[in-house]
């Protein structure tokens, strides 16, 4: 039993050092808001996108050649006139005369004037850090990297009188976990199969030290046999 139990934290240290530079085999995942062929890769190309549109020239059909059309879409929002005005006149103080020469335009023309909302995300998540830990569920780190588009078309008669562009070319979001009693918890759940035995989440009966080392965390209770 001695050399079980010295073997023990030896082979836990090893087989960290051996998972340390292993990250690349965790878990990754994609998300996008439209995953079709005709999706955008990147902010940029996005943008590039958007850069052949020319106010006052470009049409609806050539548009739909540029996979901007609502109905094949999924991340276009058709707005209605009174939708428009509500995104430009925000106030009272704010009149036609001060708006830019697109948009006045399409609201001067009433139901000829619709608007196009363009919303597209996109997001790649990872987990980094040591493969052993993350498996044992005692330290997980997330990183989740990615971008956002944003686009405005009002579109007059079939024509585009006026686009807008925005968004965040890169955003990225770090999400650490540590639960060092996470194996425990885990050899907790098979004891839990047994018969008579009912264990209870070891996570619930855990109090922080008052004193010494802040990161110290003490095991209330752990098991309780049925009797």
């Not at 999706?39 to 052949?52: G, I």
């Not at 879409?73 to 708006?99: C, G, H, K």
């Not at 139901?111 to 330290?139: P, Y």
């Not at 006026?162 to 990225?172: A, C, D, E, M, S």
Request: contains cysteine.
């Amino acid at each position: 039993m001695l050399a079980v139990k010295s073997c023990t934290p030896a082979l836990l240290v090893s087989l960290s050092l051996m998972a340390a530079g292993c990250s690349s085999i965790l878990p990754k995942s994609k998300e996008a808001s439209d995953s079709g062929s005709t999706a955008w890769q990147s902010f940029s190309q996005a943008q590039q996108t958007f850069d052949q549109i020319v106010p006052g020239s470009t049409t609806v059909a050539q548009l739909a050649a540029l996979h901007l059309d609502p109905k094949t879409n999924p991340n276009i929002t058709r707005l209605p006139r009174f939708e428009v005005m509500q995104r430009f006149v925000v106030n009272q103080s704010v009149s036609l005369a001060d708006l830019d020469e697109g948009v006045r335009e399409c609201l001067q023309a009433d139901s000829q004037c619709v608007g196009w909302e363009v919303n597209h995300t996109a997001s790649q998540k990872r987990r980094n850090g040591n493969a052993v830990f993350d498996m044992l569920k005692m330290r997980r780190v997330t990183q989740t990297d990615g971008w956002r588009f944003t686009g405005l078309l009002l579109i007059k008669g079939g024509v585009v009188v006026y686009k807008l562009t925005g968004g965040q070319p890169h955003t990225r979001e770090v999400a650490e976990t540590e639960d060092v009693l996470g194996p425990l918890q885990a050899l907790g759940n098979k004891l839990n199969a047994l018969n008579g035995i009912d264990v209870t989440d070891v996570r619930n009966g855990i109090k922080a030290a008052t004193t010494g080392n802040s990161g110290h965390v003490e095991a209330v209770t752990a098991v309780r046999i049925k009797r």
